[in-house]
């Protein structure tokens, strides 16, 4: 009974709270809504919507086959086609969807611990780089975090079954958020006292049912393709390509870094580190003398462990899996790192606020100051400063190279031929090719008689590091598709062009390059020798 009255209102509060947050967050992302597309965006996302929308196909045909559930598609299909295909339709969207998940965020916090501290983690998630520029991208990430958030949160109220319906949402979002209710199967299969009255094997059977809508939409994958997953292409880079124990131990140190460092988390991490060595603050329960002390209460034991087991899970299975390292990929577990570490601060020490406000002023500046280290660019606005150079970039080609065929590189080649990502309105003829690096700029120079306009762009965030490791290097380049992109000047003379048109914003630039006419094979090799030497 009073679980119950508690469920009833602990939604009535949801309810009320969930506009209040979109309401905030459509605000803070006001400047951003009508961004064309971005990378992934652009080359998979909203094409797969796209050819759900007009040729009623789950499985994209225009743009490469990834296996990912329909979910997320259909739901961008849907909007598309109810309010036109506009980028700020897709992104009011999302916000939609990431106002969900800072709902449960806070729903959940505040049944773990004080209301205080399920504001600050609200917030404190709420404006964390990652989350906040993931909050407004068209990624499958984020419906699926948003989905697994609400199911964690019905988990711990003990609502098992409702649970389970949000898992399989979020398993019909994105394959990869079957993770999550694998670890709930292993939590409820180790020792532990449960009040359910069920076996741990019943416990771990119901916690695997959002595996039964995977496994139905691989089987129709296979049906429709052949294939159980993406194409040979993709599952050659996620899956057959990572399978290497060298490669899952750099990357699991990379994932740790990702999930507790990157992007100024690690000023959260030691900040619960330090208040780990202060004892648990002592609370009057009153205002009265004599009113009994009350130690400030912790997220419950069980719990923490649970989350804990969650974020390994996270940590292993995209050490194990995933071509690139992206650290879209622990949206889920963002929020209870920093549920954590807040509730944490707010135990053991006095004036937590604080700490807990430097904490949100942290990750704010996380989002306008590029680190120290490598990163990507939607990672925090950097992908901002991407997305407004193409777009220039892209109306200039539009004004003066019209009819003219474009050398460039993925995602560009799709920015220039699919009108309703937002950049042109006709298509560009392009030769393509896979970077900027030297290699690939030697293979553009065989092909010089085939494009008349060269559009270059950085195709990785290059900060310096801080310590330089030739090996180190060597196993970037090896395992994770770490390059470096020629200058536009070396570009220009190693192709033989003249730079007509270059942009520059912190790390990111754009240039166009207009071909003179194609030297002599002898001035290739003095060309491929001059740009080498030059790189080194």
């Known amino acids: 009974m009073n679980t119950s009255r508690t469920n009833e209102a602990s939604e009535f509060s949801f309810r009320r709270l969930y506009p209040l947050i979109f309401v905030i967050i459509f605000l803070l992302h006001a400047p951003l809504l009508r961004l064309p597309f971005f990378w992934d965006e652009a080359g998979f996302y909203v094409p797969a919507a796209y050819d759900l929308a007009h040729s009623h196909v789950l499985i994209a045909k225009t743009t490469l086959d990834t296996g990912h559930p329909p979910l997320s598609a259909a739901y961008l299909a ?16 999302m916000l939609l969807l990431a106002a969900f998940a800072l709902t449960n965020v806070f729903t959940l916090a505040r049944k773990l611990t004080r209301t205080g501290v399920a504001v600050a983690t609200t917030i404190a998630t709420a404006v964390y780089p990652i989350f906040f520029v993931q909050s407004s991208l068209t990624h499958a990430d984020l419906m699926a975090a948003a989905f697994t958030l609400w199911g964690i949160r019905l988990y711990i109220e003990g609502r098992v079954w409702p ?4 898992f399989c949402l979020a398993v019909l979002s994105k394959e990869t ?24 094997f019943q416990r771990a059977a119901i916690a695997l049912v959002p595996v ?18 993406g194409n040979a292409d993709f599952y050659q880079y996620n899956v057959t390509q990572a399978l290497n124990p060298l490669r899952f131990l750099l990357a699991l140190v990379q994932r740790v870094w990702h999930l507790f460092g990157t992007m100024n988390m690690l000023a959260l991490t030691a900040a619960t580190a330090v208040a780990m060595f202060f004892p648990p603050i002592i609370d009057s329960a009153g205002d009265s003398i004599g009113d009994p002390a009350v130690v400030r209460p912790r997220i419950a034991i069980p719990v923490q462990l649970q989350f804990g087991l969650i974020m390994l899970a996270h940590l292993l299975a995209f050490s194990l899996l995933g071509g690139a390292l992206l650290t879209r990929y622990l949206l889920p577990v963002y929020p209870l790192v920093i549920m954590i570490g807040m509730s944490t601060l707010h135990r053991r020490i006095s004036r937590w606020e604080w700490p807990a406000a430097l904490m949100v002023i942290v990750f704010v500046l996380g989002l306008f100051f590029d680190p120290p280290y490598r990163f990507a660019p939607e990672d925090n606005l950097t992908y901002k400063d991407f997305v407004d150079l193409h777009f220039k970039a892209a109306k200039f080609l539009k004004e003066h190279e019209q009819g003219s065929t474009v050398l460039t590189a993925w995602p560009a080649t799709d920015e220039l031929t699919r009108p309703y990502l937002g950049y042109v309105k006709q298509s560009f003829p392009f030769v393509q090719v896979q970077d900027f690096t030297v290699e690939e700029m030697i293979k553009a120079r065989q092909v010089r008689s085939k494009y008349q306009v060269a559009y270059l762009f950085s195709t990785k965030v290059d900060v310096p590091p801080w310590i330089h490791s030739e090996s180190w290097e060597k196993l970037n380049r090896r395992f994770f598709g770490s390059h470096e992109d020629v200058s536009p000047e070396l570009a220009a003379e190693f192709l033989h062009g003249k730079i007509v048109f270059l942009a520059r914003s912190k790390a990111e630039w754009v240039a166009i390059l207009e071909m003179d006419q194609p030297s002599s094979v002898a001035s290739v090799t003095q060309g491929c020798l001059s740009i080498q030497t030059d790189v080194r």
């Open 177 to 200: 958020a079957v993770i999550t209710p694998l670890a709930f199967a292993l939590w409820q299969i180790l020792p532990h006292r449960d009040s359910s009255g069920r076996s741990r």
């Open 212 to 229: 039964l809508p995977l496994l139905a939409w691989l089987a129709y994958h296979h049906h429709a393709t052949g294939r159980f997953f």
């Open 78 to 93: 849907l909007w598309f086609t109810i309010s036109g295909w506009k980028p700020a339709v897709a992104r009011v969207a």
């Open 163 to 166: 649970s389970q319906l949000a």
